[in-house]
């Protein structure tokens, strides 16, 4: 069997990062953290301890966060972030077993690279629904 | 492991295709539970002694409403969270029903697993609560 490829992060649209903060902080007990405008506005949930360099310590546990609610392909619905090794090789993994390649913020089909995260473009399952896949930038 | 995502879920209009879909693209093994479990897909995406990544599952929807996964939330108390959620403004949804059609409300009892309820959050994301069952605890 090739090698398994973990699911390692999930994250949700938000149309009010301040109402969404509220709900998953006071129902859950999550830390939220609001990046600023040079990553999107992107909203960290932590749902489970991390350490220095932002690695969960907990096993079966993970972290995610909310992104802007936009009304295309990507951007609407929940989806999981997939951990792979060869960004390229998975997007033809994903065709070849017949999924397609949605893309990032930075257009449809393209490759975002995010800083000090790595590389992630998101894409459509078999079934229709959306995931997403990142390449980690290698730590220092 | 209280409060924190623990577990995914993959709506399927054909879990068989989405079965083969993750396991062609990404290596997942795929575990295939009975029909008392209503066919239910057991999915392992990696090692669950290593901290940073989760494990889910598939299940079958004939009538697809979502194009996205879902995340399961481990509680420690069911009864109390539900209330949270709807205090802070969530939705508990209570059209769960038995293989048989048998309507049960918002809490599923699953045999081994745990209670699971699904709701939704402020911006319309669904998500699962499960309070787990003794004998799951018992197993980690």
Known sequence: ?140 | MSNRVVHFEIEAKDKDRAKKFYSDAFGWKMDQAGEDFGGYISVTTGDIKVPGGINGGIYQEEEKKLNAFSCVISVDNVDKAIADVKSAGGKVFDDNKTPDGKQLGEKMDIPGIGIYVKCEDTEGNRFTLLQPSPDMMQQK
């Open chain 1, 1 to 140: 069997m090739s090698k398994q490829d973990p699911v390692v992060h999930f994250e949700m649209p938000s149309k009010d990062n301040k109402r969404v903060s509220d709900f998953y902080s006071g129902v859950f007990g999550w830390k939220m953290n609001q990046l600023g405008a040079e990553m999107g506005d992107y909203l960290l949930a932590q749902t489970t301890e991390t350490d220095d360099k932002n690695m969960v310590q907990t096993p079966g546990a993970i972290n995610g966060g909310f992104f802007k609610y936009q009304d295309k392909a990507g951007f609407n619905v929940p989806h999981l972030v997939i951990n792979v090794d060869n960004l390229e090789e998975s997007m033809k993994k994903v065709e070849e077993a017949g999924g397609k390649i949605i893309g990032g913020a930075s257009g449809p089909g393209k490759i975002d690279d995010i800083p000090g995260i790595g590389r992630y473009i998101s894409f459509e399952d078999s079934e229709g629904n959306h995931v997403g896949m990142l390449q980690p930038a290698p730590r220092a």
